[in-house]
Antibody
């Protein structure tokens, strides 16, 4: 059974950099897309970025150039860096695998981590 | 692409038939999914490509629609179905989600 576990600081100061890691167990990173989704308290879901195991990436333009996603296949980990954080970046951050597909045209989020609450506050 | 779910919340009883709608601001082909989220938990994939049931999901869940209007139907609401439901489009980047529909116990 594939399991995802997010890790990182629960509190980040405004203007600083948020770094999160997603560790995948019970399966390989290879062959899949990996995604970060976030959810501000009491609000809806927002896609942040995704990466293919080979390293190709796609980012939500709303984050402009603040976000970087990377993959380490040797460690079975996916990482997210978000710079210049503000209170608006306070959210639960989820790591998810995009593995559900019918004909390999689109891949939906079939495995999720439990999420990590990141609070931006001084 | 903006996704608008309706209603934002609803109250229903066990055994009721429940329908949730997701309307897209432009056509999204059939690249639509539905997720269920319980408080304090991660979302769970229910349906993708409009109507394909994810493995392990009960058959009382079904999806339909095309173009810009889509529906999630729960044929007979069970106690474990009280949750928030989100739609998601993958037709074009950035992928987006609806604001969620909370299904509460009447």
């Amino acid at each position: 059974q594939v399991q995802l576990q997010e890790s990182g600081p629960g509190l980040v100061k405004p203007s600083e950099t948020l770094s999160l890691t997603c560790t995948v167990s019970g399966g390989s990173i290879s062959g899949y897309y990996w995604t970060w989704i976030r959810q501000p308290p009491g609000k809806g879901l927002e896609w942040v970025a995704y990466i293919y195991y080979s390293g190709s990436t796609n980012y939500n333009p709303s984050f402009k150039s603040r976000v970087t996603i990377s993959v380490d296949t040797s460690k079975n980990q996916v990482s997210l860096i978000l710079t210049s954080v503000t209170a608006a970046d306070t959210a639960v951050y989820y790591c998810a695998r995009a593995g559900a597909t019918v004909n390999r045209e689109r891949y939906y989020l079939d495995y999720w981590g439990q999420g990590i609450l990141v609070t931006v506050s001084s | 692409i903006q996704l608008t779910q309706s209603p934002s919340s609803l109250s229903a009883s066990v055994g009721d038939r429940v329908t949730i709608t997701c309307r897209a601001s432009q056509g999204i082909s059939n690249y639509l999914a539905w997720y269920q989220q319980k408080p304090g938990k991660a979302p769970k994939l229910l349906i993708f490509d409009v109507s394909i049931l994810q493995s392990g999901v009960p058959s009382r869940f079904s999806g339909s629609g095309s173009g810009t209007d889509f529906t999630l139907t729960i044929s007979s609401l069970q106690p474990e179905d009280f949750a928030t439901y989100h739609c998601q489009q993958l037709n074009s980047s950035p992928q987006t989600f609806g604001q969620g529909t909370k299904v509460e116990i009447k």
